[in-house]
């Protein structure tokens, strides 16, 4: 068992949670399915070494997915021209918040427990 | 051959490459090693960002030869189409640490409901305040869930799928470059909370720069941030919903 039968399991969990979401009209997203689904089948020993590697694999270089939807930026430019500054201090501002209200809610929450 | 013969020749050659998916998977790949190992020669400093520095170089790229973006992501899509797997791997980090988990869901789930409302809720507030139109607060709603969710989210809500990715990348980057100076500001120190909230309000991004620093930080960033896909996927559709109740 390899990390192709890992990406093979992965995919599969995918379709899964793909043909689930559509059939049944769900509102969680395919991929989301099958990340419950994973969990679920990893109960079954045998899939736990090859989903270990491929989800290493992938989850190593998470970032590197992000960056064709990145490059996407180029067709969005009159926009930007028009409305990026104000975009910009929208999302910087709210990542600043979001951050913010997690990190205190669960230090919080938290308090007693040891680190 | 003369220099204008040559350079005629390198400007077909650059015409029929640019055209074929080759040249978007491998200037991709290609870019993003460059950017990751300039980063870790300088010691993975926050600005040095492996995922800013590739966008910008491949935009730049784009726009200085003329390749249209659609001509560069028909090779690009296979890396892309990795998100999907990506998602569906998160599970692996959650069955790892399924004991840690059963102690701690309820803090952590009212956590991700309290920072996921919060970021989405200040970033459609602002863009209001600031007179943003419609379809752009749309597809600022989803801006913390990782990029492929935020698109089938921002559309449902009726904006733009193309800009609602876009801005989700950037809201990671934001989160990953300047994480470090707000916990240190807000002297937030556990590395799980660190991670919590990063994962929570810049997703894969996020992730990909808590697991740098730490390895419980990746692991509650990865876990942040499919509870993110999760609360996002069934409550953010819901809010036209609210809306059409108000009077």
Same mark, same amino acid.
């Given at each position: ?115 | ?54 966008? #910008?170089? !491949?935009? +730049?790229?784009? %726009? =200085? $030869?003329?390749? *249209? ?6 090779? /690009?899509?296979? &890396? ?49 305040? #600031?007179? !943003?139109? +419609?379809?752009? %607060? =749309? $597809?600022?709603? *989803? ?6 969710? /935020?698109?089938? &989210? ?53 992730? +990909?720069?808590? %697991? ?11 876990? /942040? ?23």
């Amino acid at each position: 068992m390899t990390a192709l039968h890992g990406l093979a399991i992965l995919l599969l969990c995918q379709s899964a949670g793909e043909a689930a979401s559509r059939l049944l009209h769900l509102p969680l997203p395919g991929p989301v399915l099958g990340m419950l689904l994973l969990v679920v089948a990893l109960r079954w020993q045998a899939l736990r070494t090859p989903v270990g590697m491929a989800a290493d694999a992938l989850l190593g270089h998470l970032s590197l997915l992000f960056v064709p939807v990145g490059v996407g930026v180029v067709t969005h430019l009159a926009l930007i021209a028009r409305d990026g500054p104000r975009m910009g201090l929208a999302l910087l501002l709210s990542t600043w918040v979001g951050m913010g209200v997690t990190a205190l809610v669960l230090q919080a929450l938290w308090r007693d427990e040891p680190p | 051959m003369t220099p204008a013969a040559a350079m005629q020749d390198f400007v077909q050659l650059w015409v029929y490459l640019s055209a074929t998916p080759l040249f978007g998977l491998t200037a991709t790949l290609g870019a993003y090693l460059i950017a990751l190992a300039v980063s870790a020669r300088l010691g993975h400093p926050t600005w040095a960002n492996p995922v800013l520095w590739t966008v #910008l170089a !491949l935009a +730049a790229l784009l %726009l =200085a $030869s003329g390749t *249209p973006y659609p001509s560069y992501f028909s090779g /690009a899509q296979f &890396i892309h189409f990795l998100l999907g797997p990506a998602v569906v791997a998160l599970g692996w980090p959650l069955w790892q640490r399924r004991a840690q988990l059963r102690r701690r869901w309820l803090a952590l789930l009212l956590a991700a409901l309290a920072g996921g409302a919060a970021a989405s809720a200040s970033a459609v507030a602002i863009g209001w305040a #600031l007179g !943003l139109p +419609a379809e752009v %607060l =749309a $597809s600022l709603a *989803p801006k913390s869930v990782t990029a492929p969710v /935020a698109m089938g &989210i921002a559309e449902q809500l009726g904006g733009i799928p193309a800009l609602a990715a876009v801005l989700a990348v950037l809201t990671g980057l934001v989160g990953a470059i300047s994480g470090k100076a707000l916990f240190t500001v807000m002297r937030i120190r556990r590395t799980e909370v660190r991670g919590f909230a990063l994962g929570t309000a810049s997703h894969g991004i996020g992730a +990909a720069r808590a %697991l740098q620093v730490h390895a419980d930080a990746g692991a509650y960033a990865g876990l /942040a941030l499919g509870l993110q896909v999760v609360l996002a996927s069934l409550l953010l559709p819901l809010l036209p919903l609210l809306a059409s109740w108000l009077p």
